[in-house]
């Protein structure tokens, strides 16, 4: 038996749209903090969404494909009521893919009669999926760490950035920052951290993966423990795994520039202190630094509702135009009122929730 969640922060502004975690550490609390800070994304890239998020207490890396496929068509039955395009829309999040976006709209739209493509996103291209979905989130990490690297008048070309967590979010940042010139000089997973002060050869690293599943035993690197990872010298940091990794015990030995978090909730209230009062790090915060998935995903959820297709190039060049507009609108209010960037865009996010509700 296994025990799963779905909550709905808000439907003031619109369906709710946020992922679904298949993780061991998965509870209520979790997923509750999750579907807010989905709701003030929302409410900050100006989407037309509430927030929501779900997930399963279970390790998808110790089941099968058809154990995994049975979980997510019975999680969706138990859903259905409270579920629909108009309603409450998933998407994937850590250990749920395409396919499992699959499995849901087709045990959706076997309930209906007919297809709904519209029910989640982050589809398969072949099911109505936007193109660029899978990419977008890291990409967005990427572009925005490169925005930020600008700000602070320093090249883009020729930085050196530190990537915790190399999944979708982690290896698509570290793709896109490498192919803007940035070295990638360290990077990590479940199984462990590896370095390059020279920079690694994404290519290779990608192929050794994929071969692999993981970034351990990469030839062109050195083993590293994963706690010291993220205290290397680098321009940009960007952790794109799990929550509460940069907390009291290491934000004061934090020795990037720009602290990019691609995660949700990756620095601690504790660390926020620190390096507030450190003041020599950029931090782009997690509701508009990942929100590349969610944005991604509403032009999908556009595009189903209007069964109309945009081409990948479409899709990046809104994208990165809504990111930027919404980075700046966050650092010209926080240089405005002397807040942090963190700080300025819950403000942001939290003022546009509150005047539609009232
Ligand atoms: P994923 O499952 O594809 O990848 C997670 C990665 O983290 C894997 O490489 C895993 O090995 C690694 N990891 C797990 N535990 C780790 C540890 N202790 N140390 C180092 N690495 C570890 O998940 P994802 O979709 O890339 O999501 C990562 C984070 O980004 C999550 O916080 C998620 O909520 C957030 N996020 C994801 C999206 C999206 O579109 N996928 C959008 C917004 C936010």
Same mark, same amino acid.
């Given at each position: 038996?296994?025990?799963?969640?779905?909550?709905?922060?808000?439907?003031?502004?619109?369906?709710?749209?946020?992922?679904?975690?298949?993780?061991?550490?998965?509870?209520?609390?979790?997923?509750?903090?999750?579907?807010?800070?989905?709701?003030?994304?929302?409410?900050?890239?100006?989407?037309?969404?509430?927030?929501?998020?779900?997930?399963?207490?279970?390790?998808?890396?110790?089941?099968?494909?058809?154990?995994?496929?049975?979980?997510?068509?019975?999680?969706?039955?138990?859903?259905?009521?409270?579920?629909?395009?108009?309603?409450?829309?998933?998407?994937?999040?850590?250990?749920?893919?395409?396919?499992?976006?699959?499995?849901?709209?087709?045990?959706?739209?076997?309930?209906?009669?007919?297809?709904?493509?519209?029910?989640?996103?982050?589809?398969?291209?072949?099911?109505?999926?936007?193109?660029?979905?899978?990419?977008?989130?890291?990409?967005? $990490? /990427?572009?925005? %760490?490169?925005?930020? *690297? +600008?700000?602070? =008048?320093?090249?883009?070309? @020729?930085?050196?950035? #530190?990537?915790?967590?190399?999944?979708? $979010? /982690?290896?698509? %940042?570290?793709?896109? *920052? +490498?192919?803007? =010139?940035?070295?990638?000089? @360290?990077?990590?997973? #479940?199984?462990?951290?590896?370095?390059?002060? /020279?920079?690694?050869?994404?290519?290779? *690293?990608?192929?050794?993966?994929?071969?692999?599943?993981?970034?351990?035993?990469?030839?062109?690197?050195?083993?590293?423990?994963?706690?010291?990872?993220?205290?290397?010298?680098?321009?940009?940091?960007?952790?794109?795994?799990?929550?509460?990794?940069?907390?009291?015990?290491?934000?004061?030995?934090?020795?990037?520039?720009?602290?990019?978090?691609?995660?949700?909730?990756?620095?601690?209230?504790?660390?926020?202190?620190?390096?507030?009062?450190?003041?020599?790090?950029?931090?782009?915060?997690?509701?508009?630094?990942?929100?590349?998935?969610?944005?991604?995903?509403?032009?999908?959820?556009?595009?189903?509702?209007?069964?109309?297709?945009?081409?990948?190039?479409?899709?990046?060049?809104?994208?990165?135009?809504?990111?930027?507009?919404?980075?700046?609108?966050?650092?010209?209010?926080?240089?405005?009122?002397?807040?942090?960037?963190?700080?300025?865009?819950?403000?942001?996010?939290?003022?546009?929730?509150?005047?539609?509700?009232?």
């Amino acid at each position: 038996m296994f025990f799963g969640h779905r909550v709905q922060h808000h439907l003031t502004r619109g369906p709710v749209k946020g992922g679904l975690r298949f993780h061991p550490s998965v509870d209520l609390g979790e997923i509750a903090a999750l579907a807010m800070w989905m709701n003030w994304k929302c409410a900050l890239m100006d989407l037309p969404f509430g927030g929501g998020k779900g997930g399963i207490n279970c390790d998808p890396r110790g089941m099968s494909h058809h154990e995994l496929e049975r979980l997510t068509r019975r999680f969706t039955m138990e859903m259905m009521p409270f579920i629909g395009p108009d309603v409450d829309v998933m998407a994937p999040d850590m250990g749920a893919n395409e396919q499992v976006m699959a499995w849901i709209t087709d045990t959706y739209s076997v309930h209906t009669g007919h297809l709904v493509p519209g029910i989640v996103t982050g589809k398969p291209l072949n099911l109505q999926g936007a193109s660029g979905r899978t990419r977008a989130t890291g990409q967005g $990490v /990427g572009f925005l %760490a490169s925005n930020a *690297l +600008h700000q602070l =008048g320093m090249s883009v070309d @020729g930085s050196t950035a #530190v990537i915790q967590g190399f999944g979708n $979010v /982690g290896s698509n %940042a570290a793709l896109t *920052l +490498h192919s803007y =010139g940035v070295k990638i000089t @360290g990077v990590s997973d #479940v199984n462990g951290a590896i370095w390059n002060e /020279g920079g690694l050869d994404m290519e290779a *690293l990608m192929k050794h993966v994929g071969n692999t599943g993981t970034v351990v035993g990469f030839s062109g690197a050195e083993e590293m423990a994963p706690a010291g990872l993220l205290i290397q010298k680098c321009d940009i940091l960007a952790p794109c795994a799990l929550d509460s990794v940069i907390n009291k015990s290491n934000a004061a030995d934090l020795k990037c520039k720009v602290l990019a978090e691609g995660a949700n909730g990756p620095t601690t209230p504790e660390a926020d202190v620190i390096l507030d009062d450190r003041g020599d790090v950029l931090i782009i915060p997690d509701v508009v630094c990942n929100a590349g998935g969610v944005t991604v995903s509403y032009f999908e959820w556009v595009q189903n509702m209007q069964r109309f297709l945009w081409s990948e190039r479409e899709v990046i060049t809104r994208l990165v135009t809504m990111l930027q507009k919404s980075f700046g609108q966050i650092t010209a209010y926080a240089k405005h009122h002397k807040l942090s960037n963190r700080m300025a865009a819950l403000a942001l996010a939290i003022s546009t929730v509150a005047s539609a509700k009232q």
